[in-house]
């Protein structure tokens, strides 16, 4: 039993937070704990990342601080009622739908239940930081509140890399804010789920589609990288992954057939994120989606930069 002078919190609850009025610790026994935080130290979320790398889920305060932990906390819903009630307008309440969707996919693939709360917080933060831009904001919303494969692949992809990069030690907010990014922004461009289902070049050659619809998928990685810099958001190298997101490690990829040892490892990494998710749709997130995905990740994506990403994925996914 551990020790009854402190109380159990989850990490998730520092998540909003920037000082904390209290001492925090971790427990590394049921009589030693370790102070990792003073009252009123300032902190950011890279230090909730590191905890939950290492799968520690919660942190300890004084049974005496109880009463200030709880004020905090309330003072912390408030707060977010007044400024989430956009959540619920039309059409943005559809939102709080998709991020369900999500949520059930990423705990039931086995992603650890914080990391999948810590990565809807950034995802929902990212989207309400495009509110001032009402042409991007309502194109952002569109993608993301239709109940569709589209919607659902746009999140899920971003928090299936953010798992993978957390599982890789790449594994800080400005990191995970790159693949939440990517994941808003890589289909942007795209109307409609058939044509975000379309994954190599030899598809577009195959499916009889108008030349509108061609034109809009072989140009949708570099429109999409446009809208992102057009935005003047600062997130560095975003626009690099959102613009290969559909290059392959054999160089039959487009739009600029960069090969394995081409490619930047962070869009590698986005890449077989991109791969999970077409697999888990195609198979309906049964078990053979995984057989399929670990012989497809061994034989294919393992040269060149797409070494460490592949084995991140294995590592969190299959072994």
């Given at each position: 039993?551990?020790n009854k002078?402190?109380?159990?919190?989850?990490f998730?609850?520092?998540l909003?937070?920037?000082?904390?009025p209290?001492?925090?610790?971790i427990?590394?026994?049921?009589?030693?704990?370790?102070?990792?935080?003073?009252?009123n130290q300032?902190?950011?979320?890279?230090?909730i990342?590191?905890?939950?790398?290492?799968?520690v889920?919660?942190f300890y305060l004084?049974?005496?601080d109880?009463n200030?932990?709880?004020e905090?906390?309330?003072?912390?819903e408030?707060l977010?009622i007044?400024q989430d009630?956009f959540?619920?307008?039309?059409p943005?309440?559809?939102?709080?739908?998709?991020?369900?969707r999500?949520r059930?996919?990423?705990?039931e693939m086995?992603?650890?239940?914080?990391?999948?709360?810590?990565?809807?917080?950034?995802?929902?933060?990212?989207?309400?930081?495009?509110?001032?831009?009402?042409?991007?904001?309502?194109?952002?919303?569109?993608?993301v509140?239709?109940?569709?494969?589209?919607a659902?692949?746009?999140?899920?992809?971003?928090?299936i890399?953010?798992a993978i990069a957390?599982?890789?030690s790449?594994?800080t907010?400005?990191?995970?804010?790159?693949f939440?990014?990517?994941?808003l922004?890589?289909?942007?461009?795209?109307d409609?789920?058939?044509?975000?289902?379309?994954?190599?070049?030899?598809?577009?050659?195959?499916?009889?589609?108008?030349e509108?619809?061609?034109k809009k998928?072989?140009?949708?990685?570099?429109?999409?990288?446009?809208?992102?810099?057009e935005s003047?958001?600062?997130c560095?190298?975003a626009?690099?992954?959102?613009?290969?997101h559909?290059?392959l490690?054999?160089?039959?990829?487009f739009?600029?057939g960069?090969?394995?040892?081409?490619?930047?490892?962070?869009?590698?990494?986005?890449?077989?994120?991109e791969?999970?998710?077409?697999a888990l749709?195609?198979?309906?997130?049964?078990?053979?989606?995984?057989?399929?995905?670990?012989?497809?990740?061994t034989?294919?994506?393992i040269s060149g930069?797409?070494?460490?990403p592949?084995?991140?994925?294995l590592?969190?996914f299959?072994t």
């Amino acid at each position: 039993m551990l020790n009854k002078k402190y109380l159990k919190v989850p990490f998730k609850d520092l998540l909003g937070h920037y000082q904390v009025p209290c001492d925090l610790y971790i427990s590394l026994s049921e009589k030693k704990f370790v102070k990792i935080l003073n009252a009123n130290q300032f902190f950011d979320e890279d230090l909730i990342l590191k905890y939950l790398y290492k799968n520690v889920s919660f942190f300890y305060l004084n049974l005496s601080d109880k009463n200030i932990w709880e004020e905090l906390l309330l003072a912390k819903e408030k707060l977010e009622i007044k400024q989430d009630t956009f959540l619920y307008d039309d059409p943005a309440k559809e939102l709080t739908n998709t991020f369900r969707r999500i949520r059930k996919y990423s705990i039931e693939m086995g992603i650890n239940k914080d990391v999948v709360e810590l990565v809807e917080g950034l995802q929902q933060k990212t989207i309400k930081s495009f509110r001032q831009n009402k042409y991007l904001y309502k194109n952002l919303l569109r993608m993301v509140t239709t109940n569709n494969y589209l919607a659902d692949h746009s999140l899920l992809v971003s928090s299936i890399s953010c798992a993978i990069a957390m599982k890789m030690s790449w594994s800080t907010q400005a990191t995970l804010k790159k693949f939440i990014i990517a994941g808003l922004f890589h289909d942007i461009c795209l109307d409609n789920s058939e044509l975000a289902k379309v994954h190599y070049i030899s598809e577009v050659e195959i499916m009889n589609l108008p030349e509108e619809d061609v034109k809009k998928i072989i140009n949708h990685p570099s429109d999409g990288a446009s809208k992102f810099l057009e935005s003047n958001l600062n997130c560095p190298n975003a626009d690099k992954i959102i613009l290969y997101h559909h290059e392959l490690p054999d160089g039959s990829g487009f739009p600029q057939g960069l090969n394995s040892f081409n490619i930047p490892p962070y869009a590698c990494l986005f890449i077989i994120a991109e791969e999970v998710v077409r697999a888990l749709f195609h198979y309906e997130f049964k078990e053979a989606a995984w057989d399929y995905l670990e012989e497809k990740i061994t034989s294919e994506y393992i040269s060149g930069n797409f070494g460490k990403p592949a084995q991140g994925f294995l590592s969190c996914f299959i072994t």
